[in-house]
């Protein structure tokens, strides 16, 4: 059965020290936690060991990277391979950010060799996938979806396509303070859920957790998470603050 999960993403933010403690501080909330949940924490690539040293021997949190290269090695100056985060026991990675894609050019078939190569070290995918704010208006936001997803997603069997967990993160609601309304991310978690019956079948698709990303506050997270197709959050900001964080993941469905 699929897992409800609080993922933070640090993005480019924190100190050594203020990593620290903000790993610390998470693993006070751990007692609210069972088997059916799972912290997950998306820190930068220097405080990875850290951060993994920090909380793995609580079987409820992992680390994940917040991006990999699409090669396993070589002249790539300045990257990090699946092979390295593999080495150094991280155990998720986000794939398909809306930042990376929008500042780094990533396509779908970029971040589908991504997603091949996390398969083939056994290092579990986060993938974001969401449509920036002219697609909405236009209301054509579940095919914007949709085609993510197939160009990236569903070339996977369905033992590979159990070990995703999808992330939808409207751009237009990342980092704005714009949540998504209940009734958006129920309708496009339902879809999102639907799609993955068809393709696949009922037992994959309960088990692949759908989180919602953009603006999740400490004030917003539990009412999100009540709907009933949603699994969890993908939050940025209010991640760097532990207090905020910690409200969050009491958040999670019970
Ligand atoms: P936000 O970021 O919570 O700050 O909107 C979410 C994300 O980018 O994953």
């Known amino acids: 059965m699929r897992k409800f999960i609080a993922a933070a993403n640090w993005k480019m933010n924190c100190t050594k020290e203020q990593a620290k403690t903000l790993a610390e501080d998470l693993l006070a909330v ?8 799972r912290v997950i924490l998306a820190v930068p ?4 060991i850290m951060v993994h040293d920090i909380v793995h021997s609580n079987e409820y949190y992992s680390v994940a990277a917040q991006n ?3 090669e396993k090695f070589g002249a790539y100056t300045g990257e990090v391979s699946a092979p390295m985060l593999k080495s150094i026991g991280v155990e998720y990675v986000i794939l398909g950010h809306s930042e990376r894609r929008e500042q780094h050019g990533e396509t779908n078939a970029l971040i589908r060799q991504k997603i091949d190569l996390a398969m083939e ?3 579990k995918p ?3 996938c969401g449509e920036p704010l002219e697609v909405r208006e236009r209301g054509e936001q579940n095919e914007y979806v949709m085609n993510q997803l197939q160009e990236s997603l569903f070339h996977l069997d369905g033992a590979h396509m159990k070990k995703v967990v999808i992330a939808y993160e409207p751009i237009w609601a990342i980092g704005t303070g714009k949540t998504a309304t209940i009734d958006q991310a129920q309708e496009m978690h339902f879809m999102i859920r639907s799609k993955l019956i068809k393709q696949y079948d009922e037992n994959v698709a309960n088990s692949v957790s759908i989180l919602y990303g953009g603006s999740v506050k400490a004030d917003n997270a539990e009412a999100l998470f009540n709907c009933p197709s949603v699994d969890g959050g993908l939050v940025g900001g209010a991640s760097l603050i532990a207090a905020d964080f910690e409200k969050i993941i009491e958040g999670l469905k019970r």
């Open 30 to 37: 751990s007692h609210t936690l069972d088997k059916r949940h």
């Open 45 to 48: 690539y220097p405080y990875l």
């Open 68 to 70: 990999m290269h699409h």
């Open 121 to 123: 070290y056994g290092i």
């Open 126 to 128: 986060i993938f974001c």
